[in-house]
């Protein structure tokens, strides 16, 4: 049987000082080894059939052992009790955004914890229900009422909203635009009228995260 002892030394063995400099310089939280994640996903392939090591990896609280479990995981085999350990503010958040795509997102409950997640008093964990609610409007599932109240919604809080979960909102007003042609102009004088990121300075050959540009870019994109 597959252990998490033979799991963390096959991570350990696929250090890369590239990675290790990156985690550095981004402020991953230790502890990590410094894994590239194609070499975690060859490992997490070779042990497919462990699932039941997604908790005992997460729990080294070790990034790259993170990152492991979440590809070894069964989202429906996990426990609300074991989710609620897992969602947890002091965790890389680059784990957590994985772990809401390939793990929350993806459970029946999945509605409940997009919003149990929004309503939360941390700015992290906010943010992460408002990436739920990005891959929702992605997904094309949601309807009329539900595009109406998160455009009341973004309209009365983004401006003010703190930066860490402003930047998901935000995204989440240009996917509506983008995946809800119905709604594209009135999203886009909305975000006109927000003006939020309008003065970002960003890079020649880069999109602004201003909406309007946002949108228009990806549109044009679409269009070629």
Known sequence: MVTVDIIMNELQAGI???TVKRYKKIGEPEPYF?????????VAKAHKQ????????????NVDA????????????????EL???VDDTVSLNVLDKLVDKVLSKRRDATDWKHQLKASESVILQRLGWGMEVRHIISKQANHEEVARLLAVIEAELVATPELVKWTMNRCLVEIAVYYPEWREQVLQLGERLAVYKDMKVAKGCTSAYAPDWIRAVLKRQAI
């Open 50 to 61: 462990a699932a039941y090591l997604f908790m005992p990896l997460w729990r080294t609280r």
């Open 84 to 86: 609620a350990e897992c």
């Open 34 to 42: 410094g894994v590239p994640m194609g070499y975690i996903s060859k």
């Open 16 to 18: 890369h000082e590239g």
């Open 66 to 81: 993170q990152q492991c479990a979440i590809l070894l995981a069964v989202p429906e085999s996990i426990t609300n009790e």
